[in-house]
């Protein structure tokens, strides 16, 4: 569905992110999901800093995007966003059996709670920390708890095309988490997780997302942000 | 309700954990949600090791506690458990109005994914990996993400007794992640944070699970074990 200014839902995302987070803030995550229900939405898209002002704080006690508005309906969190579009909209996000529910939910905790924190710790520690001096000597441990969690997944996933029947809210947000370290052949091990991002990213509905979300980044950077964008970027490794 | 072993509901934890973990274990979450409900069950105690076995990881493809299995339903990820059981057998974990139901479930994503991830970072930094190098000059970094977090927190309960209304799941996971810094002193900035996780833990239902949950720990350390616990324990400030 394309962006509608007449939609009842009102996200919000960001008008500029540094060139790695493109295609990767969270508000793609919800993008994707009202893709896959079929619903259409406005984009509110905040200026670097606005995040942490008192009027989307009221919106977002942690300063971050997105948030997701219907009627009497406001929320953060992209994974309870996510679940929250699930059950409103259907569009397959959730199966209608409830013992699979449970599972496809369950999917949606491991992708965020289990196989994102050392992923997060993993850009904490090539990104924003990459400059510190404790950073390049810890990594290995970083990439060994990620490959730990990848191996499982693998061993798990199989030869399935999903993690638990047909595509659900928990490959949604699975799929989601594993493309932050697809680029840094990170996936390179587990051709079977490799396949299964390439799945999902070929989805009609995650390719219409993943445009808007790209085709929102129209802002300029904050005072500062671009030298140290340019920084950031002559540090990376050829 | 008391450990029944004619209960339908079978959940996994540990025989033995080291010190710092007793009172932790994941497994308690998904106790004091049933207690809550007021459901019986039944635990069944992993010696440490056989949760990276062939049998359990049929059950969790993570190698972790806790899992749930009821009749046809098998789960794991306790933030999933929990809401399971909120769905299936009510007990005020999550609010019937269709709005605060999703508010409450917001507050589990927020728990697991935002306020956790640095909190689990920090348990890595002071306890797993306190010898290596990086961990001491790494800690400033570690605890301010913390404190930005706990602050934000702090700002958005005020003086509420819960986060959004009646007690709830998303209650109960939050005060499940905040209980494992408060010993540490990490919420002594906060005193509404600190209060908030006494009114949890001052719950009925809390301290039963807690109560069940410690009497289990009656198995021995694998070998070696017991040295590495003495040299964890004679490593900490004092």
Not at 11 to 27: E, L, Q
Request: hydrophobic share 45%.
């Amino acid at each position: 569905m394309p962006i509608d200014s007449a939609s009842p839902i009102t996200i919000t995302g960001y008008d500029w992110v540094p060139y790695f987070a493109k295609g990767h803030v969270r508000d793609l995550r919800v993008r994707w999901a009202l893709e896959e229900a079929g619903q259409s939405y406005r984009a509110k898209l905040l200026a670097q800093g606005d995040q942490k002002a008192p009027p989307h704080r009221a919106l977002q006690p942690f300063g971050q995007v997105p948030t997701y508005e219907e009627g009497d309906v406001t929320l953060f969190e992209s994974g309870a966003i996510v679940l929250h579009i699930a059950e409103r909209f259907g569009g397959g996000l959730l199966p209608a059996d409830p013992a699979a529910r449970a599972r496809a939910i369950e999917w949606t905790f491991a992708a965020l709670n289990t196989v994102e924190p050392p992923i997060t710790d993993y850009a904490i520690a090539t990104l924003f920390e990459v400059e510190e001096p404790w950073s390049a000597p810890r990594l290995p441990a970083v990439k060994a708890r990620i490959a730990e969690r990848l191996e499982e997944l693998s061993n798990r996933l199989g030869d399935r095309d999903w993690l638990d029947g047909d595509f659900s809210a928990g490959d949604l947000l699975m799929i989601a988490v594993l493309r932050m370290v697809a680029s840094d052949g990170l996936l390179n091990p587990y051709p079977n997780l490799a396949a299964y991002v390439a799945r999902g990213e070929a989805r009609p509905a995650f390719r219409r997302a993943l445009a808007d979300h790209m085709a929102g980044f129209t802002g300029d950077p904050p005072p500062g942000f671009a030298e140290w964008e340019a920084k950031m970027k002559a540090a990376e490794p050829a």
